[in-house]
């Protein structure tokens, strides 16, 4: 890990102001903690594993009965203009639970076929879910999974009213009187607000997962806990010798 000979007030310098400071950040850490660009990557390196390693460990399916999970997956990436219109980069996953911000799931994936999306649905989201997405075709099993499942056709609104036709009429039978009402705007909020915590170099497939469990540490605890939680799992991850 390039310069590991760094002081103890360094070390604890360097991870606080990565803890606390927004990305992109690598010049601000190189100049107030006074180490090498390269120093910077290497630390940046071990923060990113501690929180990846507390990230594995908390993973927690979410929903249930009484509860609505909107599901959606987005592309974390850019445009090639040279070669057609080819978008590179990394398609994600994920859910929202509605009302509950904070309860959340998001994973990258290869492909978006109904395999590989059902499982992910299964892995989770709880039995007796209600759960809201768009008319990918992919999900079209899901009713038959274990899942209240209702759709908005996004060719046509935001929002489920009459003006979706079929797809309208088959929201209002499985929903049997009750009033939800049907949209997926909290998963679309949760992208634009992961997709700015990212940077530009961040959204490459070797770069992203690092990246991601940084953002989803952060979500999880108050700007004023970030710095003891890192260093809780740290000393978890890395206990001192006996």
């Known amino acids: 890990m390039g310069d590991l000979k760094l002081s103890i007030d360094q070390i604890l310098q360097f991870c606080a102001f990565w803890c606390l400071l927004p990305n992109p950040r690598h010049v601000t850490l190189s100049e107030e903690v006074e180490v090498s660009r390269h120093t910077v990557v290497d630390w940046s390196n071990f923060c990113r594993e501690v929180r990846l390693d507390w990230v594995y460990e908390h993973r927690q399916a979410i929903g249930g009965p009484g509860t609505i999970v909107e599901i959606d997956e987005s592309k974390f990436g850019r445009r090639k203009y040279n070669r057609g219109r080819l978008i590179e980069g990394q398609w994600v996953f994920g859910g929202v639970e509605r009302g509950n ?114 953002y989803i540490f952060k979500s999880n605890f108050s700007r004023s806990r970030l710095i003891c939680e890192f260093f809780k799992r740290a000393s978890l991850l890395y206990p001192p010798p006996q």
């Not at 209600?130 to 899901?142: E, G």
């Not at 899942?147 to 979706?164: G, I, M, Q, Y």
């Not at 039978?173 to 170099?201: D, M």
């Open 101 to 214: 911000p904070t309860n959340f799931f998001m994973e990258p994936v290869q492909n978006r076929d109904a395999e590989t999306l059902v499982n992910l649905i299964q892995e989770w989201i709880l039995p007796g879910t209600t759960i809201v997405s768009d008319c990918w075709k992919a999900y079209i099993t899901l009713q038959n999974q274990g899942f209240l499942h209702l759709r908005v056709n996004h060719s046509v609104e935001f929002v489920d009213t009459a003006d979706s036709g079929e797809i309208h009429i088959e929201n209002l039978r499985r929903l049997a009187g009750e009033h939800i009402t049907i949209h997926t705007q909290n998963i679309e909020r949760k992208w634009s607000t992961v997709k700015y915590s990212i940077p530009a170099f961040g959204r490459r497939k070797q770069h992203f997962e690092g990246y991601f469990a940084e």
